[in-house]
């Protein structure tokens, strides 16, 4: 069983900035992928940004890319999400999660993924 537990949500302004964060405990496991996901009020849970195990690859949403940076330290078990030139469309809960994966598909989480409880961003225009 693998804890997660995010921080760092709140409300900003159009064109503001967030950083987010995920502290894993428990079962962690460093060969684990993170990510980042969000879901606005009636749509479909999406994927922001993930990270490997190694933090060497990533993978961006094409609606958040080159304004989202993600990162981890897996000596504090943790993975970050900087979120800048925010818009309100970027409003919704977001979610850290951790899974094994590997494959052309390492970003997807997985149904048995495990996850936090997620975190409220608001951007007001």
């Known amino acids: 069983q693998v804890e997660l537990v995010e921080s760092g949500g709140g409300s900003v302004q159009a064109g503001g900035s967030l950083g987010l964060s995920c502290q894993a405990s428990g079962r962690t496991a460093s060969n684990n992928a993170m990510g980042w996901f969000r879901q606005a009020p009636g749509k479909e849970r999406e994927t922001v940004a993930a990270i490997d195990w190694s933090g060497l690859n990533t993978y961006y949403s094409p609606t958040v890319k080159g304004r989202v940076t993600i990162s981890r330290d897996n000596a504090k078990n943790t993975v970050y999400l900087q979120m800048n030139s925010l818009i309100p469309e970027d409003t919704a809960v977001y979610s850290c999660?951790?899974?094994?994966?590997?494959?052309?598909?390492?970003?997807?989480?997985?149904?048995?993924?495990?996850w936090g409880q997620g975190t409220q961003v608001t951007v007001s225009s």
């Open positions: 999660a951790a899974w094994e994966k590997y494959g052309s598909t390492w970003y997807q989480a997985p149904d048995f993924a495990f």
